[in-house]
């Protein structure tokens, strides 16, 4: 199956927030969620997850509190939901999907794996 797709993002102001959508052609309830990150020159890093079927999630301890992890109703889409967004969030997001423990590996070892388009995040101060 092919890996969802990223969208959403866009040019915003300090403070301002967005919305990303990871879009699956099918249903993501069996799947961990995974939404990372990349900011030009630097290293790729987690920013929020949640487990399959377990309404926890976990979050980097640069967005706890300001981004929210979910999934849509119909389970084929997840959401980053973005709030007071700061010049340090601007990045290429990625979402990535996993029926095993490939989401948490890639928390552990984000450098490793293969990555979609993503979506670009710019944050103006």
């Known amino acids: 199956q092919a890996q969802p797709v990223e969208s959403g993002g866009g040019l915003v102001q300090s403070g301002g927030s967005l919305t990303l959508s990871c879009t699956a052609s099918?249903?993501?309830?069996?799947?961990?969620i995974g939404w990372f990150r990349q900011a030009p020159g630097k290293e790729r890093e987690g920013v929020a997850m949640?487990?399959?079927?377990?309404?926890?999630?976990h979050s980097a301890d640069s967005v706890r509190g300001r981004f929210t992890i979910s999934r849509s109703v119909d389970k084929r889409t997840a959401y980053l939901r973005m709030d007071n967004l700061k010049p340090s969030d601007t990045a290429i997001y990625y979402c990535?999907?996993?029926?095993?423990?490939?989401?948490?590996?890639?928390?552990?070892?984000?450098?490793?794996?293969?990555w979609g388009q993503g979506t670009q995040v710019t944050v103006s101060s």
């Open positions: 990535t999907v996993d029926r095993s423990d490939g989401v948490m590996r890639l928390w552990v070892f984000p450098q490793k794996g293969s």
């Open positions: 099918f249903s993501l309830d069996d799947y961990d």
């Open positions: 949640m487990r399959r079927r377990d309404p926890t999630t």
